[in-house]
Antibody, heavy 118, light 109 residues
Framework: EVQLVESGGVVVQPGGSLRLSCAAS????????MHWVRQAPGKGLEWVSL????????YYADSVKGRFTISRDNSKNSLYLQMNSLRTEDTALYYC???????????WGQGTLVTVSS | QSALTQPPSASGSPGQSVTISCTGT?????????VSWYQQHPGKAPKLMIY???KRPSGVPDRFSGSKSGNTASLTVSGLRAEDEADYYC?????????FGGGTKLTVL
């Protein structure tokens, strides 16, 4: 069974840092581009970042560029999101998702909640 | 990259059909045949319903269909059922980025 499990979400103060993790299983992890997508409470989905299968290409939404860094460790079947200079507007449920084909995300993890608050 | 535009809400009675639109630009929806649609029930992760504009993943009922014309993509749900009540999001390839719509809450009356 293909599975993605996120972890690392906590309550953090504005200006703080956090690293999210996503553990993948049930598929050949290093065959796929991976993404982070977030959803603020009661709001819609917002694409955050992607990383190519080998980590050689990374892209970010303008709202997080320069503050967030996506990475992966194919030997550990794991995806990461390093989040620095956190703002209250970064409060959201963060999902990792596998890009099965061009712009189609399947499956998604269950999400990990990041709350930025003083 | 601006979010794609979806109507905030849509509704229909059981058995009816409803269509949800998703409007972007020539840099996203209009420029690529890589539009996907997701269904999200409360407290659940999104589920892929349509990919590459009109293709259905295995296990998705054929009551769900997708199309595109110019810069606007559409999701049609035919033969509405109570379990179709959910939020629906479109997404488009946009070169090095991806973009989602604001979401549409579908209510089955």
């Amino acid at each position: 069974e293909v599975q993605l499990v996120e972890s690392g979400g906590v309550v953090v103060q504005p200006g703080g840092s956090l690293r999210l993790s996503c553990a993948a299983s049930g598929f050949t992890f290093d065959d796929y581009t991976m993404h982070w997508v977030r959803q603020a409470p009661g709001k819609g989905l917002e694409w955050v970042s992607l990383i190519s299968w080998d980590g050689g290409s990374t892209y970010y939404a303008d709202s997080v560029k320069g503050r967030f860094t996506i990475s992966r460790d194919n030997s550990k079947n794991s995806l990461y999101l390093q989040m620095n200079s956190l703002r209250t507007e970064d409060t959201a449920l963060y999902y990792c998702a596998k890009e099965k084909g061009p712009n189609w995300f399947d499956p998604w993890g269950q999400g990990t909640l990041v709350t930025v608050s003083s | 990259q601006s979010a794609l535009t979806q109507p905030p809400s849509a509704s229909g009675s059981p058995g009816q059909s409803v269509t949800i639109s998703c409007t972007g630009t020539s840099s996203d929806v209009g420029g690529y045949n890589y539009v996907s649609w997701y269904q999200q029930h409360p407290g659940k992760a999104p589920k892929l319903m349509i990919y590459e504009v009109s293709k259905r993943p295995s296990g998705v009922p054929d009551r769900f269909s997708g199309s595109k014309s110019g810069n606007t993509a559409s999701l049609t749900v035919s033969g509405l059922r109570a379990e179709d009540e959910a939020d629906y999001y479109c997404s488009s390839y946009a070169g090095s980025q991806r973009v989602f719509g604001g979401g549409t809450k579908l209510t089955v009356l």
